[in-house]
């Protein structure tokens, strides 16, 4: 599990740490992701808050928008149905 956000490497760290994150989070702060997963608001510079689980083969199998995004839990369950398939 790879966590990316659109906030500067300082913020991430800082909130990797206070989430007590066990995996990486990387910074999208040219916001090329973003706009490639078609979350991206060019207007506010920002991204809608959504998280993707992407099987090994480049398939997205959950997604989860809004304010829910920000926990964890389903995108680790969405993981560990992942990898029994």
């Keep these: 599990m790879v966590a990316i956000s659109t906030d500067n490497l300082p913020a991430l760290r800082h909130w990797a740490e206070e ?4 995996f990486p989070v990387a910074s999208d702060f040219m916001r090329e992701v973003s706009k490639l997963y078609g979350v991206l608001i060019p207007e ?3 991204a809608h808050r959504t998280t993707f689980v992407i099987d090994p083969e480049g398939r997205i199998q959950y997604i989860e928008e809004g304010s829910s995004a920000i926990d964890p839990i389903g995108a680790e369950q969405a993981c560990t149905r992942v990898r029994k398939k």
Aim: hydrophobic content about 45%.
């Design 44 to 46: 506010r510079g920002i």
């Design 19 to 22: 989430m007590k994150l066990s």
